[in-house]
């Protein structure tokens, strides 16, 4: 079993930044991908970002160049660095682990909300 607990929401203003984290704990050795989604009100859940266990990464094109995963694997912590934040990002952003035998792990989520 893995866990998934996430931080760092809130409130910010747009054009502002934030740093959301997601640290693992339980099986994390078996974890190899991990990522980011977002689910706004009235929309399906969406992947934001993902990174390996080798450090590629992926983001979506609506937050390429704004959004940035990241991986500490002493810390078994991902992060996502938001910046230039719009209205539009507003959502719950979930955490998701992959292990290498494709079984996979939500986070409870938590809220971002970007004022404009």
């Known amino acids: 079993q893995v866990q998934l607990v996430e931080s760092g929401g809130g409130l910010v203003q747009a054009g502002g930044s934030m740093r959301l984290s997601c640290a693992a704990s339980?099986?994390?050795?078996?974890?190899?991908?991990m990522a980011w989604y977002r689910q706004a009100p009235g929309k399906q859940r969406e992947l934001v970002a993902s990174?390996?266990?080798?450090?590629?990464?992926y983001h979506a094109d609506s937050v390429k160049g704004r959004f940035t995963i990241s991986r500490d694997s002493a810390k078994n912590t991902v992060y996502l660095q938001m910046s230039s934040l719009k209205p539009e990002d507003t959502a719950v952003y979930y955490c998701?682990?992959?292990?290498?035998?494709?079984?996979?792990?939500w986070g409870q989520g938590t809220q971002v909300t970007v004022s404009s």
């Open positions: 339980g099986s994390i050795v078996s974890i190899n991908i």
């Open positions: 990174i390996t266990g080798g450090g590629s990464t």
């Open positions: 998701r682990a992959f292990r290498q035998d494709a079984v996979n792990y």
